[in-house]
């Protein structure tokens, strides 16, 4: 799987969007990109992922670059609640297992 | 919404002792995985499981067995708990298709602390 790199740590005011980036410059043309985040002491949660078109959910937004090499997370109106650490990865589809491995991703304190 | 559930969210055992942690999916997910979460060190996969009773090695099995007798349930059980098996455990599913793209959904996890 291609590597990613993120910025260590953002800041972002409550109510502002949040854009986080996040670099795969060396992604294939059948990995997939994924955002999950985990707030302090409890377990990943599943944000969104997409192939090469931009996807939206209640969540998030995700914007990934016509070159497929950078994409960008976007939380559009941030809370408090938002405040965690959020992981970019970039996986093939398996027919069955394929292990989650997360960097050191981005920590992002919204702050009031 | 998928929900993966771990019975404890902590729990603290003496060394020597038999350990069991729960994990119980309710999206019909054919995989099912268990992790453990230090610090600095990640996210590492211990053991994983595509079926009933199927259950296949990760990367850390050592000291570890699971049980998977229902689809919707998978057990971790730490034969003999000891002191570097102290962490965050986490359990994660996810559907099996041909080609899948979908995530894994993680539980909440259980923060297991051996004295």
């Known amino acids: 799987d291609a590597k990613t790199t993120q910025p260590p740590s953002m800041d972002c005011a409550e109510g502002r969007a949040a854009n986080l980036p996040c670099n795969h410059s060396?992604?294939?043309?059948?990995?997939?990109v994924y955002w999950y985040r985990q707030i302090h002491s409890q377990g990943p949660q599943y944000i969104i992922h997409g192939l090469k078109n931009n996807e939206t959910n209640e969540m998030a937004s995700l914007i990934i670059t016509e070159d497929r090499k950078s994409s960008t997370l976007i939380l559009p109106h941030a809370t408090l609640r938002d405040t965690a650490v959020y992981y970019c990865i970039v996986r093939r589809p398996s027919g069955g297992y394929q292990k989650v491995t997360f960097g050191t991703g981005t920590k992002l304190q919204v702050i009031p | 919404d998928v929900k993966v559930t771990q019975s404890s969210r902590y729990l603290v055992k003496r060394t020597g002792e038999k350990v069991f942690l729960e994990c119980v999916q309710d999206m019909d997910h054919e995989n099912m995985f268990w992790y453990r979460q230090d610090p600095g060190l990640g996210l590492r996969l211990i053991y994983f499981?595509?079926?009933?009773?199927?259950?296949e090695k990760g990367d850390i099995p050592e000291g570890y067995s699971v049980s998977r007798e229902k689809k919707e349930r998978f057990s971790l059980i730490l034969e003999s708990a000891s002191t570097n098996q102290t962490s965050m455990y986490l359990c994660?599913?996810?559907?099996?298709?041909?080609?899948?793209?979908?995530?894994?959904?993680f539980g909440d996890g259980t923060r297991l602390s051996i004295l």
């Open positions: 499981s595509y079926d009933v009773k199927m259950k």
């Open positions: 060396t992604i294939s043309g059948n990995e997939y």
């Open positions: 994660a599913s996810s559907p099996r298709t041909v080609y899948s793209n979908q995530p894994q959904h």
